[in-house]
């Protein structure tokens, strides 16, 4: 158990509509990342939040967005869902140090647009 | 731009059979490496790291790795396996000092009785 929580865990939505995950993050932890696994693929990186600014984006288009709140914690919204949003949205907690560099994944939302 | 290789997309071995699953990184800078593992409908757990040091690493349920720098390989190995084996793996590199892990295709070990 990692400490870090992912809400929904399964989540159904439409073509069009706008979607938002959340994610917990371990105690302690200051910089949340998220990342989209498509089935039967690796992870890939969209996104990073530290202090509540993006800190980092990978090859996503900008209906993918994010926000981090004080306490760390921090949401997904994906707007105008597309067939091709379908996949399992991991979330990764972390510590800001460059002694520190592991991330601890949530168990995931698996997110199914039809 | 860095990526990452997972040679082999499944792997089946027979229980108490040693194994490998190979990975190769390419980056023109400093990185470091890991093995994940994700079991079915659950998110992902860390096997291992390599930062510095040692290039033999050692990491939980009885795996270990080895850094190969002129090779730029870090492959996982574990000298007999168990059916609770079973799972995807996933390397994945870091440029140090950077914010994103950059994950292979993952393999699927399969273990047969």
């Known amino acids: 158990e990692t400490g870090v929580t992912q809400s929904p865990t399964h989540l159904i939505k439409t073509r069009g509509q706008q979607v938002t995950l959340r994610c917990s993050s371990q105690?302690?932890?200051?910089?949340v990342s998220w990342y989209q696994q498509a089935l039967g693929q690796g992870p890939q990186f969209i996104f990073q939040y530290y202090r509540e600014e993006e800190n980092g984006r990978g090859n996503f288009p900008p209906r993918f967005s994010g926000l981090q709140f004080p306490n760390y914690s921090s949401e997904l919204n994906v707007n105008a869902l597309e067939l091709d949003d379908s996949a399992l949205y991991l979330c990764?907690?972390?510590?800001?140090?460059?002694?520190?560099?592991?991330?601890?994944f949530g168990q995931g939302t698996r997110l199914t647009v039809v | 731009a860095q990526s990452v290789t997972q040679l082999d997309s499944q792997v089946p071995v027979f229980e108490e059979a040693p194994v490998e699953l190979r990975c190769n990184y390419s980056s023109s800078v400093s990185v470091y490496l890991f093995w994940y593992v994700q079991y079915p409908n659950q998110g992902l757990q860390l096997l291992l790291k390599y930062l510095s040091g040692s290039t033999l690493v050692k990491g939980i349920n009885g795996f270990e790795a080895e850094f190969n720098k002129s090779q730029t390989s870090f492959h996982l190995r574990k000298p007999s396996v168990h059916i609770s084996d079973t799972a995807e793996y996933f390397c994945a590199c870091l440029i140090q000092g950077a914010q994103k892990l950059v994950f292979g295709q993952g393999t699927r070990l399969t273990i047969n009785p």
């Open positions: 105690s302690g932890h200051n910089t």
């Open positions: 990764a907690s972390s510590l800001r140090n460059v002694l520190n560099t592991e991330a601890f």
